[in-house]
């Protein structure tokens, strides 16, 4: 709308340049040709034929009478007021301040048909101006935003079909550029997404897998001792049996097999707790040494070294507690088997408990990682593992309000804040 206005204007400002001046210097010329005939007549009582004989005019007197007409064609009938209709310049004879007849100019209208032309002929020109610039800016709306629209849409339906390899494409001088560029942005999001989503359900499977073999080994021992034991007793069916120290060992080796599996599925189990969001812990005000206990549950191999622990009351779960420091304890008895020291420090805010092994630690290229979620050692060698043990102590010190670190220095340390009361 403001385009057909500007090209409206700038016809009228056309058609005044062109015809103005001619009209100004045409309307001049009639003036004076009609007082110069108006004055003959007054003066000679006569047309001045000399004057005016390129010009056809028609002389009338008071009462309307024709006195003088040199028109060609004398059909049409004139008057003063066929002049004002006509709008044929006129002037009346003045004589003794009485009016005594009239001039009319009768060929003024070739003046308004050149005019006219002149209009036309701009206005056609602006009319086809209006449509090219039309028919253009029709073209650039077609190329600035419907055709990208129509590539984010065609983009959208290939990511919504869940094909993320296909770029956005994006035309050089494009306005929508640091909007496609989002959209573009969004799909290399949408796949990275989709990788690690891809990446997590391997892992999964992987650790079903581990797991299924983790469990296999323990239920295989308990099995062979259980049918020993079963072979043993039925041999001795009625008799005082006699306990023997092999007959204590494997007793103790069922009990340590179903402690694993207890502690596997443990895992395995607080591993979809923290998935579906459910993950709890409940802390009370508890002394602090209650995590001597805690440590002695599950040392049941006799290789902690355990400092004096600072008397304070601590800010934890004591459940989720046991479980941390029996997945830390569990992790340095498979991959270190060495001594194991704990030792204690206070500051401010914490109680600071250090787990230190002596065995070959952990690269320094993997320590960031080993708390992550199914992560696992690249020289752990054959021995096997979920990945969740480090993870989920990890997980449960952040939900109370505490901090798990680790560092390779001599071995593996594994450093817990337990919040103050």
């Known amino acids: 709308m403001a385009l057909f206005v500007l090209l409206l204007a700038a016809g009228l400002f056309a058609v005044v340049k062109i015809t103005g001046i001619d009209d100004f210097s045409q309307n001049n010329h009639d003036v004076l040709l009609l007082n110069e005939i108006a004055h003959k007549m007054v003066l000679d009582d006569m047309p001045p034929e000399n004057t005016a004989s390129e010009r056809e005019y028609v002389i009338l007197d008071v009462n ?46 070739k003046h308004f048909d050149c005019l006219r032309t ?3 002929v701009v206005y056609c020109v602006c009319s086809f101006l209006l449509i090219g610039t039309a028919a253009a800016f029709g073209a650039y709306i077609r190329k600035a935003i419907l055709r990208p629209f129509a590539k984010m849409k065609d983009f959208a339906s290939y990511v ?29 999001e949408l796949k990275a997404s989709r990788a690690r989503e891809l990446s997590l359900q391997k892992k999964e499977r992987e650790l079903i897998a581990s797991l299924s073999h983790d469990l296999k080994t323990p239920v295989t021992g308990i099995k062979l001792t259980s049918e020993l034991m079963a072979a043993v007793f039925s041999q001795n069916e009625g008799q005082e049996i006699t306990v023997t120290q092999d007959m204590i060992v494997k007793m103790n080796n069922v009990y340590k097999k179903a402690d694993e599996i207890a502690l596997l599925v443990g895992d395995l189990f607080s591993s979809t707790l923290e998935d579906l969001g459910a993950f709890k812990v409940n802390c009370a005000e508890e002394n602090s040494a209650v995590i ?19 008397q304070v009351i601590v800010h934890m779960d004591k459940l989720r507690l046991s479980q941390v420091i029996g997945n830390i304890l569990f992790n340095s008895y498979k991959y270190a088997d060495t001594p194991i020291d704990i030792s204690f420090r206070l500051d401010e805010r914490f109680l600071e408990v250090s787990i230190h092994d002596s065995g070959p630690g952990v690269p320094e290229d993997e320590i960031e990682l080993i708390t992550n979620k199914f992560y696992r050692g690249k020289e752990q060698g054959d021995k096997e593992g979920s990945g969740l043990g480090l993870y989920i102590a990890r997980i449960l010190m952040d939900k109370m309000g505490g901090e798990l670190s680790v560092r390779s220095e001599n071995g593996l340390c594994v450093t817990l804040l337990i919040p103050l009361s």
């Open 64 to 109: 309307g009478n024709v006195i003088y007409d040199n028109r060609s064609d004398r059909s049409e009938v004139i008057t003063v007021e066929t002049a004002m209709k006509r709008c044929y310049p006129y002037t009346y004879i003045t004589e003794n301040n009485q009016i005594t007849g009239s001039v009319v100019l009768t060929d003024s209208d």
């Open 160 to 188: 919504a079909a869940g094909d993320l390899d296909r770029p956005l494409e994006m035309d050089r001088g494009n306005m929508f550029g640091a909007f496609s560029e989002s959209f573009d942005i969004m799909r290399e």
């Open 292 to 310: 001597t206990a805690l440590v002695s549950e599950y040392d049941d191999r006799g290789l902690v070294r355990i400092s004096e622990i600072p």
């Open 118 to 120: 002149n209009i036309i």
